[in-house]
């Protein structure tokens, strides 16, 4: 049988990882910068492109390594503006998953609204936390992204350039991928990639401890927790990881850090009908939240097939919103959007594909 050779991708490479293929293509240490400036800022599109390497360098990278981007294979517009993408994760001649057998596409989801244009892209195919009102989480783990896979969903959608806000909140738990999570984040916002503040990102988390502890030293971003209940025995009927990382203890490493000043905590919140959304919910979640520095998203639920709860209505979700306001936690409903192409948190389940390679 034919093996494919899969040329590695120079999108998503770091810094260091770049200077490591200058040194291969017998090329100075500086010529790393000017391959990071060609594929952050001048954004090329072919090796060729990078006219301030010797021509035989050139050569050399374009028979090793490739640039690798790869556009959406679908995509699906909202009556909003929100545009869902559909990207493959492996093909004959590219390979963004670092584990797993492929064959299994992730989501990212454009999102405008005023002066702000946010994208949401996965970092996993498939998802192992199991979260019951989960579409990811139903499908299962399918394999880690790689760096050039995620910065990929930002790189190749038409709206790329317009972008002002990133969050990790698509396919997968980002502290269960968090090697290929924090390079993505230093592409983002080092000097030599995007240049981006670290307050333009956030990354959303179950509460996968150890991935935590190394966000919050390694990258200045925001950090958004899954919460959605504050009774340890309701959340782990919800979701399973409750019973590994106790939100209990997710809580106490959150006042180790400074939320205040550096960046932004929030804890999000989605709400069932009946389930979690009367005034007692509301006060054990300010007491939990006692000490920590973070705003609560009141998230209105999707209906998804096969989970028997339903959305809480809105009534209630604001004043849910209210009592936690009066108790000094600051709480807002977050609006719903692309409601209609399923393009909200928990409704990602990305396609199948038959393997054909
Ligand atoms: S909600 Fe997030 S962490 Fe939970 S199963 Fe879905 S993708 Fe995974």
Redesign the pocket.
């Given at each position: 049988m034919k093996e494919n050779i899969v040329k590695k991708a120079l999108i998503g490479m770091t810094l260091a990882e770049l200077e490591t293929v200058a040194s291969e293509a017998g090329l100075r240490p500086f010529a790393a910068k000017q391959m990071a400036r060609r594929l952050y800022v001048g954004r090329v599109s072919s090796i060729e492109e990078m006219t301030e390497l010797p021509k035989g360098a050139r050569e050399w990278l374009s028979e090793h390594y490739q640039i690798g981007l790869q556009a959406p294979v679908k995509e699906s517009r909202s009556a909003d503006g929100t545009v869902k993408y559909l990207f493959a994760t492996r093909g004959e001649d590219f390979d963004f998953l670092t584990s797993g057998k492929g064959g299994h596409d992730v989501e990212a989801v454009y999102i405008p609204d005023r002066d702000r244009a946010t994208l949401c892209v996965s970092s996993q195919a498939g998802?192992r936390?199991?979260?019951k009102f989960?579409m990811?989480?139903r499908q299962g783990f399918h394999g880690n992204l790689t760096t050039a896979g995620i910065i990929n969903q930002i790189f190749a959608i038409p709206e790329s350039r317009e972008l002002t806000n990133i969050v990790f909140m698509g396919?997968?738990?980002p502290m269960d991928n968090i090697d290929e999570a924090i390079k993505a984040i230093e592409v983002l916002t080092a000097k030599w990639g995007l240049a981006w503040s670290p307050k333009r990102i956030t990354v959303s988390s179950?509460g996968k401890i150890d991935g935590l502890r190394r966000l919050l030293d390694e990258t200045k971003v925001h950090v958004a927790i899954?919460v959605h209940s504050p009774y340890p025995s309701q959340r782990a009927e919800l979701?399973p990881v409750e019973k590994a990382f106790p939100l209990t203890k997710v809580m106490e490493l959150m006042r180790d850090y400074d939320f205040a000043h550096q960046r932004r905590l929030s804890a999000e919140y989605i709400m069932w009908d009946g389930v979690n959304d009367d005034m007692r919910h509301a006060e054990a979640l300010a007491r939990m939240l006692k000490g920590v520095d973070c705003r609560v998203n009141l998230i209105r639920f999707h209906a998804i097939p096969g989970f028997e709860h339903s959305p809480a209505p809105k009534e209630r979700m604001e004043r849910f919103r209210d009592r936690l306001n009066e108790l000094g936690v600051t709480a807002t409903i977050r609006a719903s959007r692309g409601e209609d192409i399923e393009a909200a948190?928990?409704m990602l389940a990305g396609e199948e594909r038959q393997a054909s390679y």
């Open positions: 998802c936390m199991g979260c989960c990811t989480g396919m997968g738990e179950i899954s979701m948190c928990g």
